[in-house]
C-alpha cells in the first residue's frame, strides 16, 4: 500500500469514528433529554444504555484501528434499528418528512462506509496491522526452523 493510501485510509476510519464518539459524549452530557427523546420513540433507558455502550466501544475500536471488524459490524447493527427507529421519514409530512429523509439517507451511507471498513479492515496504520506484522513475524520462515523445539537455537 502506498503513503497516500495508508493515510487516507486512516483518516476515513477516524472521520467514521468521530461522528459515533460525538454522538456519545451528546447522549452523555444531556442524558435526562436524551432519555426523553428515546422514551417518545419507546426505548427503554437500559436499551439506550445498552445502544450507547455499544456505540461508544465500537467507536473507540474503529478509532483505535484495533478489532476494526467487529467495530464496524457492531456500529452497522446499531444503525439499522436506530435508523428504523429514529428516522422514520415515511411517517412524518412537510418539513419534517424531507430532514427525516436526509437522517435516515445519511445513517445509510455511514451504514456503506462501515461496511467497506468491515470488508477491507482498518489499514497499515492501526493496531490491527501492528498485531499482524507482529503475528507474522512469529511464523518460522522455513522448514528447518520450523522443526526445531521451541526455546532451541
Known sequence: MDVPQKWIQ???RLALG???????AGKLTN?????????SKGVPELLLAGA??????????????????????????L???????????????????QQQL????????????LLVEFVAGAGALSLDARARAGAAASIPTDLHEASRPLGSS
Open 10 to 12: 486512516l483518516i476515513g
Open 18 to 24: 468521530s461522528i459515533f464518539l460525538f454522538s456519545v
Open 31 to 39: 442524558w435526562s433529554g436524551t432519555v426523553a427523546s428515546a422514551a
Open 52 to 77: 450507547t455502550g455499544l456505540e461508544l466501544v465500537g467507536a473507540v475500536l474503529l478509532l483505535a484501528g484495533f478489532k476494526t471488524r467487529w467495530g464496524a459490524a457492531a456500529l452497522v447493527l
Open 79 to 97: 444503525l439499522i434499528p436506530v435508523t428504523l427507529v429514529f428516522h422514520g421519514f415515511w411517517a412524518v409530512q412537510g418539513a419534517q418528512h
Open 102 to 113: 436526509v437522517q435516515f439517507l445519511k445513517n445509510v451511507a455511514i451504514a456503506g462506509g
